[in-house]
């Protein structure tokens, strides 16, 4: 075959058999699926559990083989004995197990990201398989070895290019959806995606090079190639707002991984989710390293000898609490190192035995053991007693703890005796008010330090009680039906008997605070103060991260700006790598440079070196000589570029990004402009929208960090400037704002503004 139209035939039939064999272990799942379900609920409690269990191994594979349908062949290598080999989202084999398509995760694929013709191997040939849903529409080959046969063929059929899948994939309208780059991965990314599970990885890259689809792409290949230990660990993703999350929730199952936890550190506490906002100076002292002593101060004042102890009166002899023995039942609860309100419980049982002691030095005969029991409950029942004991040891919730703290100026300047008085200022709040984002990893440190909610402590002890009943019930249920192991056992049959069968270890992993994962991906980790990184490196003990970020995109006070500061301290100075993605992907040419040449003026970090297209034009600037001009150019402008961009099947992005302050009015000007060009029926449409997947959006430099448009207008960029906390935070804001577009940046501003800050 050597046209072109016969290529494309060759490769559909090669295609075909994939969606086919697809098609067909999807079919068989499902009946097995089916056929399972049909069984009901009949049979011993063994039967029942196998079933269960068959069900849930067959519903996860559904999962995964629906999840991989769009783009399931993107690429073939050819070697020089002539042999082909397919490259797609999953492996596939077919009925007499011969390989129809390689896993892109395989050893065997890697040559598809890394080979060139210097460095090729015994490949040839690297083809790129574009699809239209199952169809093939486009073949692009690069030449690893000239001289093979391969070079003159894709010469003479014309399928012989450079990065044209690459470009492709930029210039596409964006989605409320990233999109994976699995078939575009390029060789500096893949060494990233593939290197050694055993030591953090940091990423650091300009907008648009590929960070956060590295991040996740490693997270697949290591949920790959290390199946057997992160199964049962699992993975976390740590991102920067809810819909970012939103925003990547795709990525993963497309490349075959379902089972990953996704939360923002607002939302890492099971069962907390902070919605308030601290200001920018809380927001740094309250993610100060030493915010953790002032946490354990907190604690700890709570463990204390009270000035005011009872003398209580039982069976008519007076007992009295002495300071020797609370400082003694101190001493003996803190020597078990236990959290807080588990080691009250050693405290208690010291005093009391401590105060029984000194009654029965009054008595005139040795008690037996019932007027001993008596006693001690009479102690533990009085009023008196249990008002000192909680005085001397606090049971206390993280959040109670964390309430009082910072509602009484007194005792945070107490707690945290470093502060200023400004600054003990800036962080008090009323009572009750609503947790912030910043106090998460307190509330998770003050958990660590307390332990379990004395409240749910006696609940769960008779869970535990009741689970031991139960699983002894399994063990002899099985043992009885002649099965000690296999498929069932008897935690099996327990999560049956239980209810929890189905729960995968993305389940338990998320509504477990204490869960320990296998890996951990951050993204925007440059925002990440100390305390935040308390509480992820709790959750990961074998220290195993992918870490991605910018430090010339730290909008936050108590961020990183070095990667060597921040990583040093926390994984020690061997311990971790720093990867750097200089080229960016996202920007035209002309939006990187000025967005570049702005934040290198600005004193930032720039990594990019250079980006891969040029979009003529792609770099448009409009002066108002007013305010009401200037929301006037913004609505016009906005609806111009949605008219352009947005299109009704969902595809296409525009954000306008204004200063907090004009949010409203920019907000009104642009939705009256949409409305008198574009028309009340598709406003109605767009207003309907969910915020995460708005095709036009309104919003200040926070709401975009992560994601990308088609189009962007920057909006009075000096008053944006003007509201953020410092000169280096102001400066990463528009430079994170200028490099959101795929196609085109419009800046529109007054005069006023164009004066006062050069961009």
Known sequence: MSSYAAQLEEEQRAVSRAYNRLDTLRSEAKARLDAVRAAGSHG????????????????????????????????????????????????????????????????AARPFYEATPSHHGDIVMRRHITLNFREVVALEDEVLDVTAESARRAHDTGTLTGEGALLASLTSRRTGKMTDIVATIQAEQDHIIRSDIGRAV????????????????????????????????????????????????????????????????????????????????????????????????AVSARERVPDNLPVVQINGIQVPMLAVDVEQALADARRTRQPHNKARETFVKSMLTAMRIRYEEQL???????????????????EKVRVALNLAWLPMTGTWLIDDMFSKPARLQRFAPWLAQDEVRELVREKGSPLTRSDVPLLDEALELLGEDPR?????????????????????????AGIGTGIVTSQMLLDNINGEDGASTAERAG????????????????????????????????????????VAQTSALGGTRSWPDTMNRLFGTENWDLNELTIDYRNPQEVSSLACDFASRQGLYISTVHAVRAVPD??????????????????????????????????????????????????????????????????????????????????????????????????????????????????????????????????????????????
């Not at 999962?63 to 769009?70: G, H, K, P, S």
């Not at 690429?75 to 896993?103: A, F, K, M, Q, V």
């Not at 040795?366 to 029942?381: F, G, K, N």
């Open 44 to 107: 011993s409690p063994t039967q029942r559990t196998e079933r269960d269990s068959f069900a849930t191994m067959y519903e996860d594979r559904l999962v995964q083989l629906r999840a991989v349908e769009d783009r399931l062949v993107f690429g073939r290598l050819d070697d020089t004995d002539g042999n082909r080999r397919y490259i797609g989202r999953i492996g596939l084999s077919d009925e007499r197990h011969e390989p129809l398509l390689t896993d892109w995760r395989a050893e």
């Open 202 to 297: 940091v990423v650091q890259g300009g907008p648009g090079t590929g960070k956060t689809a590295v991040a996740l792409h490693r997270a697949a290949y290591l949920l790959y190639t290390h199946r057997r230990t992160l199964s049962r660990s699992g993975v976390l993703v740590v991102g920067p707002s809810a819909a970012f999350l939103h925003y990547i929730d795709q990525v993963l199952p497309s490349l075959g991984e379902t089972g990953v936890v996704s939360r923002t550190i607002a939302d890492l506490v099971p069962g907390v989710t902070a919605t308030a906002i601290d200001t920018p100076k809380a927001a740094r002292l309250k993610g100060e390293a030493r915010m953790a002593e002032a946490i354990h101060n």
């Open 364 to 382: 005139d005969y040795t008690p037996d053991p019932e007027e001993i029991a008596r006693t001690t409950s009479l102690l533990r029942m009085n």
């Open 456 to 480: 749910l402590a006696a609940q769960r002890r008779r869970n535990e009680a009741k689970q031991a009943a139960d699983m002894q019930f399994a063990q002899d249920t099985l043992a009885q």
């Open 511 to 550: 509504s477990d605070r204490e869960w320990t994962y296998g890996h951990i991906v951050v993204d925007e980790a440059q925002e990440l103060t100390a305390m935040d990184w308390r509480m992820l490196m709790r959750r990961c003990p074998s220290r195993s991260f992918t870490i991605v970020g910018d």
């Open 618 to 759: 792609s770099v448009r600037r409009l002066v108002a000589g007013s305010r009401p001009a200037l929301f006037d150019a913004v609505g016009a402008e906005a609806a111009e570029l949605a008219k352009r961009f947005i299109s009704q099947d969902g595809t296409g992005r525009v954000a306008v990004i204004a200063p907090r302050a004009l949010l409203e009015p920019v907000r009104q000007s642009v939705h009256a402009a949409l409305t008198r060009e574009l028309g009340e029926r598709e406003v109605r449409r767009l207003d309907e929208q969910d915020s995460w997947d708005s095709q036009i959006v309104v919003c200040d430099t926070e709401s975009v960090k992560g994601l990308e448009y088609d189009a962007v207008i920057v909006t009075e960029p000096a008053a944006i400037d003007q509201e953020s906390p410092s000169r280096l935070t102001s400066a990463a804001d528009l430079y994170v704002a200028m490099t959101r577009p795929t196609q085109q940046l419009v800046i529109v501003r007054t005069s006023l503004d164009e004066r006062e800050l050069e961009i």
